[in-house]
């Protein structure tokens, strides 16, 4: 439950407004930021990401079959043949 908590788009939003604002504050007002945050703050927007796709790839696999040629052929005969039947 706590991984669709922090899985959903304003966890990754979040994390790219903490870059913006470390990095102007760097840029605009000289603050010495260890370039290690960014890089920690950017790895969590990519983890995060990637758990949002993830769960987007499941919640596609559980509606939708995807089908190899070979089993679509097995079951309707050969694409070229539909094809003709056109």
Same mark, same amino acid.
């Given at each position: 439950? %706590?991984? /669709? /908590?922090?899985?959903?788009? *304003? @966890?990754?939003?979040?994390?790219? &407004? #903490?870059?913006? &604002? @470390?990095?102007? #504050?760097?840029? #605009?007002?000289? %603050?010495?930021?260890?370039s290690d945050w960014f890089w920690f703050i950017a790895g969590v927007a990519l983890v995060i990401e990637g758990i949002m796709n993830?769960?987007?790839? /499941?919640?596609?696999? !559980?509606?939708?079959? %995807? %089908? ?6 097995? #079951?309707?005969?050969?694409? *070229? !043949?539909?094809?003709? /039947?056109?």
């Amino acid at each position: 439950m %706590v991984v /669709k /908590k922090i899985a959903n788009h *304003e @966890g990754y939003i979040f994390a790219g &407004i #903490l870059m913006v &604002i @470390g990095t102007s #504050l760097k840029l #605009l007002f000289n %603050v010495k930021i260890d370039s290690d945050w960014f890089w920690f703050i950017a790895g969590v927007a990519l983890v995060i990401e990637g758990i949002m796709n993830s769960s987007k790839q /499941k919640q596609f696999n !559980n509606k939708f079959k %995807v %089908v190899s040629k070979e089993e679509y052929e097995k #079951l309707w005969g050969s694409i *070229e !043949n539909q094809e003709k /039947k056109k």
